[in-house]
Protein backbone atom coordinates (compact mmCIF):
# COMPACT_ATOMS: atom_id res chain seq x y z
CA UNK A 1 0.00 0.00 0.00
CA UNK A 2 0.96 3.65 -0.89
CA UNK A 3 0.34 6.44 0.94
CA UNK A 4 1.15 10.35 0.20
CA UNK A 5 1.10 12.37 2.96
CA UNK A 6 0.67 16.35 2.66
CA UNK A 7 1.76 18.60 5.42
CA UNK A 8 2.04 22.67 5.90
CA UNK A 9 -1.26 24.26 5.15
CA UNK A 10 -2.69 26.88 6.49
CA UNK A 11 -4.37 30.55 7.01
CA UNK A 12 -1.71 33.25 5.57
CA UNK A 13 -1.99 36.83 4.86
CA UNK A 14 -1.39 38.09 1.46
CA UNK A 15 2.16 38.13 0.57
CA UNK A 16 3.34 35.61 2.86
CA UNK A 17 4.45 32.22 2.54
CA UNK A 18 4.05 28.68 3.22
CA UNK A 19 6.08 25.51 2.35
CA UNK A 20 4.03 22.52 1.86
CA UNK A 21 5.59 19.12 2.11
CA UNK A 22 4.19 15.42 0.68
CA UNK A 23 5.73 12.25 1.67
CA UNK A 24 5.51 9.10 -0.01
CA UNK A 25 5.51 5.66 2.48
CA UNK A 26 4.80 2.36 1.53
CA UNK A 27 5.59 -0.35 -0.79
CA UNK A 28 7.82 1.52 -3.05
CA UNK A 29 10.52 0.27 -5.81
CA UNK A 30 10.32 3.81 -7.45
CA UNK A 31 8.97 7.30 -7.94
CA UNK A 32 8.43 9.11 -11.13
CA UNK A 33 6.96 12.34 -11.60
CA UNK A 34 5.48 14.52 -8.53
CA UNK A 35 3.65 17.15 -8.47
CA UNK A 36 1.54 19.44 -6.64
CA UNK A 37 -2.31 20.49 -7.94
CA UNK A 38 -4.61 22.17 -6.83
CA UNK A 39 -8.50 23.00 -6.53
CA UNK A 40 -11.16 25.70 -5.24
CA UNK A 41 -14.51 25.25 -4.83
CA UNK A 42 -16.76 24.62 -7.81
CA UNK A 43 -13.52 24.93 -10.10
CA UNK A 44 -11.33 22.04 -11.72
CA UNK A 45 -8.29 20.45 -10.08
CA UNK A 46 -5.36 22.30 -12.12
CA UNK A 47 -1.75 21.91 -12.45
CA UNK A 48 0.71 24.01 -9.86
CA UNK A 49 3.92 22.38 -10.50
CA UNK A 50 5.34 19.06 -11.42
CA UNK A 51 8.92 17.52 -10.95
CA UNK A 52 10.86 14.14 -12.59
CA UNK A 53 13.23 12.25 -10.49
CA UNK A 54 15.83 14.36 -12.35
CA UNK A 55 14.65 17.31 -11.32
CA UNK A 56 13.18 18.95 -14.12
CA UNK A 57 10.25 21.51 -13.23
CA UNK A 58 7.21 22.46 -15.18
CA UNK A 59 5.42 25.30 -13.25
CA UNK A 60 2.01 26.81 -13.68
CA UNK A 61 2.01 30.54 -15.65
CA UNK A 62 -0.38 31.44 -12.56
CA UNK A 63 2.57 30.98 -10.00
CA UNK A 64 5.43 31.04 -11.97
CA UNK A 65 8.13 33.04 -10.03
CA UNK A 66 6.35 32.81 -6.98
CA UNK A 67 6.02 29.11 -6.41
CA UNK A 68 9.15 26.68 -6.09
CA UNK A 69 8.84 22.96 -6.54
CA UNK A 70 11.65 20.88 -5.27
CA UNK A 71 12.16 17.59 -4.22
CA UNK A 72 14.54 14.90 -2.11
CA UNK A 73 14.54 11.69 -3.35
CA UNK A 74 16.50 9.73 -0.51
CA UNK A 75 13.34 11.25 1.65
CA UNK A 76 10.90 10.20 -1.17
CA UNK A 77 9.18 13.60 -0.76
CA UNK A 78 8.24 17.03 -2.69
CA UNK A 79 8.08 20.36 -1.53
CA UNK A 80 6.05 23.29 -2.42
CA UNK A 81 7.67 27.12 -1.25
CA UNK A 82 5.02 29.75 -1.98
CA UNK A 83 5.94 32.86 -1.75
CA UNK A 84 4.01 36.24 -2.53
CA UNK A 85 0.53 34.50 -1.75
CA UNK A 86 -2.40 36.20 -3.09
CA UNK A 87 -6.18 35.44 -2.46
CA UNK A 88 -6.34 33.66 -5.88
CA UNK A 89 -4.11 30.85 -4.36
CA UNK A 90 -6.56 29.96 -1.78
CA UNK A 91 -7.07 25.76 -2.36
CA UNK A 92 -7.17 22.65 -1.69
CA UNK A 93 -3.45 21.12 -2.81
CA UNK A 94 -3.08 17.43 -3.64
CA UNK A 95 -0.03 15.73 -4.07
CA UNK A 96 0.63 13.33 -6.93
CA UNK A 97 2.95 11.02 -7.56
CA UNK A 98 3.81 8.17 -10.58
CA UNK A 99 4.72 5.63 -8.47
CA UNK A 100 6.00 2.05 -9.47
CA UNK A 101 5.68 -1.31 -6.43
CA UNK A 102 7.43 -3.53 -8.06
CA UNK A 103 9.98 -4.03 -10.77
CA UNK A 104 8.03 -5.23 -13.26
CA UNK A 105 4.44 -3.67 -14.54
CA UNK A 106 3.38 -0.33 -14.97
CA UNK A 107 3.39 2.63 -12.38
CA UNK A 108 0.50 4.34 -11.07
CA UNK A 109 -0.68 7.80 -10.16
CA UNK A 110 -0.87 8.32 -6.47
CA UNK A 111 -3.07 10.91 -4.64
CA UNK A 112 -2.80 12.54 -1.36
CA UNK A 113 -5.70 13.69 0.55
CA UNK A 114 -4.99 17.21 0.14
CA UNK A 115 -3.86 20.35 2.39
CA UNK A 116 -5.95 23.49 2.42
CA UNK A 117 -4.11 26.72 1.97
CA UNK A 118 -6.11 29.75 2.71
CA UNK A 119 -4.81 33.63 1.63
CA UNK A 120 -6.90 36.24 3.41
CA UNK A 121 -6.51 39.62 6.06
Known amino acids: QVQLVESGGGLVQPGGSLRLSCAASGSIFGIGDMGWYRQAPGKQRDLVAR???????NVADSVKGRFTISRDNAKKTVYLQMNSLKAEDTAVYLCNAVIRTSPVGYASDYWGQGTQVTVSS
Open 51 to 57: ITAGGTT
